[in-house]
């Protein structure tokens, strides 16, 4: 990771304590230059497309998004369906971080392209590792695509959600 590039990440998370969990571990790994907190979903997909309080704001993207499932105003996998259906945002690694073991979210998020579903550890130093290793893999190991490639321009599809019905996930 060059020492010069501008790394952020978009944290979206509507527990405070959870929030400051996730700020203190990321940020004592030095894992971003720059980590934005909102509260909700409304709050992201407004800080994503420019819109509302953020429509003025510079038009650099998060290198990774890490988000909640089950917040007020615009759920998860709402964000989660507008991120990955954009042409501008679908490329952005998004590691779900959700108290939810669900089968049925773990479904839905993948199938809305989800690259990582983590269930939050309720000890806070699991949780601790855990959120440093996600932001470690996504950012510092993993390789993302160059900026200068064109999108594909096929967007993530919609699953009806009579297909998850019949879907199976094991969850180890």
């Known amino acids: 990771m060059d020492q010069f590039e501008q790394i ?9 304590l959870d929030a400051e969990l996730t700020l203190t571990a990321l940020q004592g790994e030095k894992v971003a230059n720059h980590i934005t907190w ?3 979903g409304a709050e992201a997909l407004d800080y994503l497309f420019r819109k509302g309080d953020y429509a003025g704001r510079d038009d650099v993207l998060p290198r990774l998004v890490l988000l909640d499932l089950k917040m007020p105003k615009v759920n998860g996998i709402e964000v989660l369906k507008a991120i990955k ?3 501008r945002t ?9 108290s939810s073991d669900e089968e049925s979210d773990v479904a839905r998020t993948y199938d809305l392209g989800v690259n990582s579903y983590v269930v939050k550890p309720l000890d806070f130093n699991a949780f601790a590792a855990v959120t440093r290793q996600a932001g470690f893999y996504w950012l510092a190991i993993n ?3 160059p900026a ?3 999108a594909s321009g096929t967007p993530a599809p919609d699953v009806p959600d009579e ?3 019949n879907t199976t996930v094991i969850v180890p």
């Open 8 to 16: 952020e990440i978009l944290l979206v998370e509507d527990n405070p």
């Open 38 to 40: 909102v509260k909700d």
């Open 85 to 87: 259906s954009d042409e």
């Open 90 to 98: 679908r490329r952005i690694p998004v590691v779900v971080m959700t």
């Open 143 to 145: 390789r993302p695509v």
């Open 148 to 150: 200068s490639t064109p």
């Open 163 to 165: 297909a998850l019905r």
